[in-house]
T-cell receptor, first 112, second 112 residues
Framework: SQQGEEDPQALSIQEGENATMNCSYK?????LQWYRQNSGRGLVHLIL?????REKHSGRLRVTLDTSKKSSSLLITASRAADTASYFC????????????FGTGTQLKVEL | SQTIHQWPATLVQPVGSPLSLECTVE??????LYWYRQAAGRGLQLLFY??????ISSEVPQNLSASRPQDRQFILSSKKLLLSDSGFYLC???????????FGQGTRLTVV
């Protein structure tokens, strides 16, 4: 079963706009990670936020984590056409050994 | 530096034939290894993960099995493929379940 559920499933924006994706999960976690996947390729790690952190930045990326609501958001600022991809959240489950479970993903399309 | 190799990139197999997908990691020791399957336009389903040689955890009972005969080698197998085994198979490694995972480029399997 999927640990995480991303929302929305698909998002289409204009270049220069901000894109926000949300992830909800079910169990206690050690960390939450965001990945990017270009069509037909492997996933690339973007950012990791630990369960005791509330916000993290990396370049144009901003991630927040609310463990009380079991949710996270990924904000991409000033989007570019090259940001077009699918974005997934993944959770390292507390007490789950080394299992890494992914959500269903958000397909982002950035148009010129 | 660490690298992950996954092959083949594409595979077309008839129903009832066997399957063997191989994944190897270089430049690290005792990695956590993962096999995921991704249906078209969907999220990643964790199939198997391994924390050491001969240690395999199965997440979804199905027509597939995994083995780890060497520290940095992870093999996904089937004795008889089903149509429902078609999908995009991704191998990944991580130092542990609490840090980022690194993905191979994937194998697109079509069972006909």
């Amino acid at each position: 079963s999927q640990q995480g559920e991303e929302d929305p499933q698909a998002l289409s924006i204009q270049e220069g706009e901000n894109a926000t994706m949300n992830c909800s999960y079910k169990t206690s976690i050690n960390n939450l990670q965001w990945y990017r996947q270009n069509s037909g390729r492997g996933l690339v790690h973007l950012i990791l936020i630990r369960s005791n952190e509330r916000e993290k930045h990396s370049g144009r990326l901003r991630v927040t984590l609310d463990t009380s609501k079991k949710s996270s958001s990924l904000l991409i600022t000033a989007s570019r056409a090259a940001d077009t991809a699918s974005y997934f959240c993944a959770t390292g489950v507390a007490g789950g050994g080394n299992k890494l479970t992914f959500g269903t993903g958000t397909q982002l399309k950035v148009e010129l | 530096s660490q690298t992950i190799h996954q092959w083949p990139a594409t595979l077309v197999q008839p129903v009832g034939s066997p399957l063997s997908l191989e994944c190897t990691v270089e430049g690290t020791s005792n990695p956590n290894l993962y096999w995921y399957r991704q249906a078209a336009g969907r999220g990643l389903q964790l199939l198997f993960y391994s924390v050491g040689i001969g240690q395999i955890s199965s997440e979804v009972p199905q027509n597939l099995s995994a083995s780890r005969p060497q520290d940095r080698q992870f093999i996904l197998s089937s004795k008889k493929l089903l149509l429902s085994d078609s999908g995009f198979y991704l191998c990944a490694w991580s130092p542990d379940g609490n840090t980022e995972a690194f993905f191979g480029q994937g194998t697109r399997l079509t069972v006909v």
